[in-house]
């Protein structure tokens, strides 16, 4: 945890799951942590919980899908603490619908939230740790940002698009010491299944199986800051099928596209 000491962390998605997750987590630190996500209410809890702990807070709302807002967000952050060492991403919402039931205005939405919100944030942050020559641009992206699976069409495409723009920064930034790690999740218990969009753009609100029964977020959180820590280029966390699915993928992909088609994603 040493890594982390004295820096300033933005964490989107401060809210809940993951991003709540990693606060806790950090929180032990003696570092400053900026908390997003478009819920203040939830932000001041998960500031409250950690009041006696060594972190000390900003709380920053925003929406991912409102350009102007996270401009303005970057300046005010800016303009309090001066710079950001690590900007972790983790705010996103996925999908549960077949690419004939969802409309274009829900995949839309999915990308403006999960790609061009993301992008916007790093690029706005980023003038700083170049100024610096120093940075480090932590994204949540996931399994599905490497493979594909049904039911995912719009969030895997936001998440296939986040590894395209990221992998080209880490390229272009590398003289300037700005790093990139990409964090690659299978199923973690969290809220997002609930939060996940159908087709319609009405939230599913159920808890899949899946989610149900994969990693613990403390358990992302322990292998997450070690691979932040240890600066990794891409780390895939998750349960053995879901890890040996990017394998199958990668090595065997007529096979996996046979097994892509029967396999449970709910
Ligand atoms: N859990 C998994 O199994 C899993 C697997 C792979 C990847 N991931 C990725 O991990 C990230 C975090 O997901 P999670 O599992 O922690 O789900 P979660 O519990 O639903 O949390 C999602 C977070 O994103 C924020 N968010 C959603 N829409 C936003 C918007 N328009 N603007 C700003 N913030 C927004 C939410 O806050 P507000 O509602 O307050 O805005 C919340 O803090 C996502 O990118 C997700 O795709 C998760």
């Known amino acids: 945890m040493k890594y982390f000491e004295g820096k300033h ?9 993951l991003g709540e997750g990693l606060t806790h987590f950090l929180s032990d630190v003696d570092c400053t942590l900026v908390l997003s996500a478009r819920r203040e209410e939830e932000l001041i809890r998960v500031r409250e919980a950690n009041k006696d702990k060594k972190a000390k807070f900003v709380i920053a709302p ?3 899908a409102q350009p102007e807002r996270i401009d303005q967000c970057v300046a005010e952050v800016e303009e309090q603490i001066g710079y950001i060492d690590i900007m972790i991403q983790s705010g996103g919402i996925s999908q549960r619908d077949t690419v004939l039931n969802t409309s274009m205005e829900v995949q839309r939405q999915i990308m ?3 790609y061009f919100g993301a992008i916007h944030l790093s690029r706005a942050v980023l003038p700083k740790m170049v100024e610096r020559q120093s940075g480090m641009h932590v994204v949540v992206t ?5 493979i594909s699976t049904p039911f995912r069409s719009g969030y895997s495409a936001s998440k296939h698009a986040l590894h395209g723009f990221y992998d080209a920064l880490r390229a272009e930034q590398h003289q300037n010491n700005v790093k990139v790690t990409l964090l690659c999740p299978g ?3 969290t809220n997002i299944s609930y ?3 159908m087709g319609d753009g009405s939230q599913q609100q159920k808890l899949d199986n899946a989610q149900a029964n994969g990693l613990s977020v403390e358990q992302f959180c322990e292998i997450a800051t070690k691979a932040i820590a240890a600066e990794k280029e891409e780390v895939y966390i998750g349960g053995f099928k879901e890890v ?7 090595f065997f992909p007529g096979l996996f596209s046979r097994i892509v088609r029967k396999i449970a994603v709910t």
């Open 62 to 64: 925003l929406d991912l």
């Open 9 to 17: 962390i933005w964490i989107v998605g401060a809210s809940s799951g």
């Open 244 to 250: 040996m699915g990017i394998y199958v993928k990668r």
């Open 195 to 197: 939060n996940a969009l």
């Open 142 to 146: 996931s399994a599905v940002g490497i």
């Open 187 to 189: 199923y973690v218990h």
């Open 112 to 114: 403006e939230v999960n």
